[in-house]
């Protein structure tokens, strides 16, 4: 909702006819980038402009903020946006007709914030008091815009309400529409997600039967963004009620089961939130979010479609919901541009997937972390300047780390040791392109040797180098084995007993073991074992990992003398041996085409999963779910049945028969093109 605004009294804040112009023309410029949807040139042009402006509650300061934070809705920054809004909201608190259309203005934009947040209470409250400030005519835009936004954001906190504003939207009259028939399609689906919500799958159908015809029918070839969402809606009612024929089809004609999952396939980062008491979450709860991906390879939007809880009760849309917490994860995943370039626009505007929380061990690996204590410690010799407090998720932490690294080139020249804690940063995140991560890690590289080539982070740097140079390659794998195996050698050659020296070893011998190459693996694991415990402590976690896969190698063997004495080296008990993050080797890939769903393979879909399943001792998964499934409700079982013929190799845990619990798998279904 964009409205005019009275600019006049921005002059008064700054001294002089020509300031106050160049201030009108800088606002003119970045409300013209802002109407074009330009969001990075708007959000940029607008946070200069704040940055000239005299901290005040003034009504120009109301407006930039205002026009900030809908720029900042816009590019998914929800977080940084609501502090601004609701500044706006308090300034633009006189009661004049103009200060009224500027806080309605940012009470809906702060609404569209909450309602991206999965804050569903305060969205429907922030739409409420949007309305009652503009008391639209019935039936007008602004009316129907409002009272949709309220409507979605109620279908998890009041459904009753939802209703009768979505069966009062519907019943306006026909020409309130005129050629205009989408947006009723999605009025009409969306009052069907209220019914789907509260169980009433039956109900939805008739709404969503409707919505299809408005929208052009449910088979028609020539889409837009309408038809596959009311297409999606329709199959997971079809699921819901058991109609598995209709469900597949509805699946195929809505671009789920093809071109949908081309846009998941490249995704770097989707973790999901964890089961149990931290979250609320349990295993058996289930939702459908739909998201959009921005060309950077962030998602731009996320929204649930439809939520089951496993204790059978409605989400309340107070924070706390898989409806809130699925969403809020969503936000967290990115792709590769690069990659992201391959699938067209239209199918990364709403994508789909079926989740649930995962059960993977949350605890800290005490590996890494001992590594990262060393790495800080490490740059602290240096004397080097902290990073400044900023964002932890990779997608928004780039372009922090890229304008640190800029600052601190103009600041204190391009070959200063200053830039190593950017440059290691940005080496390390994985948002970045591979080609990239290179570059930053190889500049760091180059300032460390200049700096005096500490002998850890020269390590560190390399081990990263290495990895990043294996995604780059063909057959990462041997790529990744061969540089491994290079690099250890090397630091093997100078520091024989670094701790840094045997962390390579232990990964190098996690490489080899992959490779099917056993022996291999227990002559690089004895010598981490052999290191003096004055350099690598008895209880060292990575002593401590060589231990338990040498015990686990003796065992597949059937020695199981040296698997005993290797497990009673670590000094833990059995149980205690899930504290340890040894990862158990797999044997067999293999899965049988035959759990390809017939129904899907008639249709020619395709999908990509995830399975979470346990790992027997005798190297067999149990307990597989499915957790994220793409197109919802299609391949999950299938999943379930590969992930148990998967094998892993037998570990040696006497008195227990779980080896490794919540491990992961991601299958890709694909139908052959004639």
């Not at 994860?329 to 391959?342: D, H």
């Not at 570059?439 to 002998?455: F, I, M, S, V, Y």
Request: include cysteine; proline fraction near 6%.
């Amino acid at each position: 909702m964009r409205t005019l605004s009275i600019w006049a009294p921005l002059a008064l804040l700054l001294a002089g006819p020509v300031a106050a112009q160049t201030v009108q023309q800088d606002f003119d410029a970045a409300q013209k980038a802002l109407d074009e949807q330009d969001v990075v040139a708007a959000r940029a042009k607008f946070e200069a402009l704040l940055k000239r402006m005299k901290a005040s509650k003034s009504r120009s300061v109301g407006v930039v903020k205002s026009r900030l934070g809908s720029t900042l809705v816009m590019d998914g920054e929800q977080e940084a946006a609501i502090p601004l809004l609701t500044e706006a909201i308090a300034i633009f608190d006189t009661g004049t007709p103009a200060d009224v259309i500027e806080q309605a203005d940012a009470l809906s934009n702060r609404a569209r914030a909450h309602e991206a947040l999965g804050q569903f209470k305060d969205a429907a409250a922030d739409y409420g008091a949007a309305l009652n400030l503009l008391k639209p005519e019935h039936g007008s835009r602004q009316d129907i815009v409002l009272r949709t936004g309220m409507a979605r954001a109620l279908i998890w906190t009041d459904p009753g309400k939802a209703r009768r504003e979505l069966d009062g939207l519907i019943a306006l009259p026909a020409d309130t529409w005129g050629k205009d028939r989408k947006t009723l399609a999605l009025l009409n689906s969306l009052r069907a997600r209220v019914d789907l919500n509260d169980g009433r799958p039956a109900d939805a159908m008739p709404f969503l039967r409707k919505a299809m015809e408005l929208a052009g029918g449910s088979k028609t070839l020539k889409v837009d963004v309408t038809d596959i969402r009311v297409r999606a809606d329709a199959a997971i009612a079809a699921h819901l009620l058991g109609l598995s024929a209709l469900h597949q089809e509805l699946v195929a004609y809505s671009g789920g089961g093809s071109l949908v999952t081309q846009g998941l396939s490249s995704a770097r980062w989707m973790e999901l939130p964890s089961c149990g008491t931290g979250t609320g979450l349990d295993p058996n709860d289930v939702a459908v979010v739909e998201f959009a991906i921005n060309n950077d390879g962030r998602v731009r939007a996320a929204t649930p479609i439809y939520v089951k809880r496993a204790d059978g009760k409605r989400p309340d849309g107070l924070g706390a919901g898989p409806e809130t917490q699925f969403v809020q994860a969503a936000r967290s995943w990115y792709w590769q541009p690069e990659n992201l370039a391959k699938v067209e626009p239209f199918w990364r505007q709403s994508l789909r997937v079926e989740v649930r929380c995962s059960n993977a061990r949350s605890n800290s690996d005490p590996i890494q972390d001992s590594l990262q204590t060393e790495h800080g410690e490490a740059w602290a010799r240096l004397q080097l300047r902290p990073m400044p407090p900023g964002a932890q998720a990779d997608t928004s932490a780039l372009p922090q780390e890229k304008a640190e690294l800029a600052a601190r080139e103009k600041a204190d020249g391009v070959e200063s040791p200053q830039l190593l804690v950017p440059l290691s940063r940005l080496g390390a995140n994985q948002a970045a392109p591979p080609a990239e991560r290179a570059g930053w890690t190889e500049r760091a590289l180059a300032l460390l040797h200049k700096a005096g080539a500490d002998p850890f982070l020269m390590a560190v740097m390399n081990y990263r180098l290495v990895r990043i140079r294996a995604e780059q390659g063909k057959d990462s794998d041997k790529a990744l084995r061969e540089g491994l195996a290079r690099l250890t050698a090397q630091e093997a050659a100078a520091r024989p007993d670094a701790r840094m020296t045997q962390f390579l070893r232990l990964e190098l011998a996690e490489a080899l073991q992959e490779d099917r190459t056993p022996q291999e693996a227990e002559k690089v694991l004895d010598a981490i074992v052999a290191t003096p415990e004055e350099k690598l402590g008895r209880v060292d976690p990575i002593r401590t990992a060589a231990l338990l896969r040498l015990s686990n190698i003796a065992a597949a063997r059937k020695d199981l003398n040296a698997a005993a004495a290797a497990l009673a080296a670590t000094g833990l008990s059995p149980e205690q041996c899930a504290l340890v993050d040894v990862q158990p080797t797999i044997q067999n890939r293999q899965v049988s085409a035959s759990i390809f769903p017939q129904d899907a393979r008639r249709w020619g879909s395709g999908g990509l999963t995830k399975v979470e399943f346990d790992i027997g001792t005798d190297g067999k998964p149990r307990n597989a779910r499915t957790v994220m499934a793409a197109p919802p409700f299609v391949f999950g079982p299938a999943t379930e049945k590969g992930a148990l013929q998967l094998r892993y190799q037998p570990v040696f845990r006497p008195g227990n028969d779980v080896g490794c619990s919540a491990m992961t798998q991601n299958f890709r279904f694909q139908v052959a093109q004639n």
